[in-house]
């Protein structure tokens, strides 16, 4: 079983390695180069095992994407993660153990504006009149906000977890994972007019079937709050791995089917030369779940881990990227940093914090998760600059005679994530999280989808640590 540490220990790993426990140097294969493969081979490495990582694509950092192409110089929109909240110590601590310079990451502007029901004001003003929102909501709720109503809830369960520490976890988790959010909002008595202001607000309407542990982990955790970038773009973190893992990584070598004896492991590959294998004493497939779906398993694993790689639900996500030849955003409407939240298709917009010295900047003009990010990928690369182009011209009227150009990233598309990250559909952590976590015989598993915090760099990091330092105490 894969060992369970305190984030004390694991912040431990990270700033002095594992242990030297004199046991034998063992040979892993690492199945993908992310941030959950990265942080194994790094400690791996560290402790003098053996490393091999395959990668099917040509860079690493999986779900770290910063594009800087088709963008002018000193410009790019982070495809993938683009912010690292305080509450999460374990990227923090890579960040800082490669010296990576940060910058706050302005979560909320009340200069940003709010466009719903066809009307635009900005956020402060929102905020301060709800009711001109327009919202159906019951006479009780008038004049209240629902993100204000949203945060007394969150104060009430982070207040049992204070007291409670994990025993309370584990009471929550037994009362209240089999609710999504919606019906969680319904057992509230929130009308649908207050819920919707919630789904659109807080971002949750496309996520209103999910586990509402979800979401309750991230406010309860403060994942939205106290956040920072890294300087010159995300992919610094999982590029500083590169001096230390290089002459172990090998790149375009897609993995397709997995074998085992009771010796060792036998992982077959492929490359623009053809199919190859390679053999290890163990392996750590960091590899998405939905890309695992379509991986020939020759020993089948355990039913109830083809059952968790069947049955955990991705979400989908979609980033679409506008670049203008000038930040009239800042310029002529004030807004330095965080968004502008709509009910068009673009939904939520972030205004760049970098490029500045450009005079041009590259807006994050439309990120969308569930069903709003679906119908993103359903229109062509083209189409979907064309419409939020049009969407963004409705806050910005000058954004039809600035754009430049643009792109967009479908994770939901994507051939090496299948998905953008796992999102817990109403009772799948205790039906699945721990046969996801459950090694098979040789193979051990990682990644995102292998810890609770989910869509996070610091599950993924947390998983790969944990698998790392399971192997080297075999
Ligand atoms: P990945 O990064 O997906 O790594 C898996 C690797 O396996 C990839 O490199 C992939 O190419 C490779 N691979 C796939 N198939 C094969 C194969 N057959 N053979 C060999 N290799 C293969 N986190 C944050 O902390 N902050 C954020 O702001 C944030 N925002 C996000 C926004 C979006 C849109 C998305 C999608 C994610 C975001 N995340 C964020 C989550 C974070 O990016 C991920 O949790 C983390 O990067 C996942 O790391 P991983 O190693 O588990 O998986």
Redesign the pocket.
Known sequence: MTQVLSETDLLGLIQHGLKDNASARKKVLI???????LSAADMLLRAGHQVEI????NR?????LTLREPFAPGLYGEA?????PKA?PL?LAYVEHFSLPTFPFTISNPRGYSHMNDQKMRLDEAHAAPDRLGFDVAPAERGKLASDLWDEVIASFARRVEQGGQAAWDEIVHTHDQYSVREFLETLGWSEGLIEMFGLFNNQESMMNSSFLELLREDVGGYYTDLVQIEGGMDRLPRSFLPQVKDCLRLG????ALDQSPDEVIVH?QTYAGRFESRADYAIV???FP?MRH?EVLKPFSRPKQRAIRQLKYDA?A?VFLQFRRRFWEMDDGIYGGGSVTDMAVRNVFYPEHGRETGRGVMLASYTWGEDAQRWGSLSPEDRLHQAIENIAEIHPQAFGEVEGGASQM?HDDP??GG??ALFDPGQQTLLHEHILTPEGRYYFA???ASLAH??????IESGLLAAHTIHNL
Do not use: C, D, N
């Open positions: 199945l993908g180069a992310g941030m959950a493969g395959l990668e099917a694509q690493l950092g999986g779900r770290i993938g993660a683009m912010r690292i999460h990227t070598a897609r993995v397709v590959y960091t590899l998405p890309v991986i996500s980033k994770w090496y994530a953008a990250f990644g995102e989808h869509a996070w760099i610091q599950g993924a």
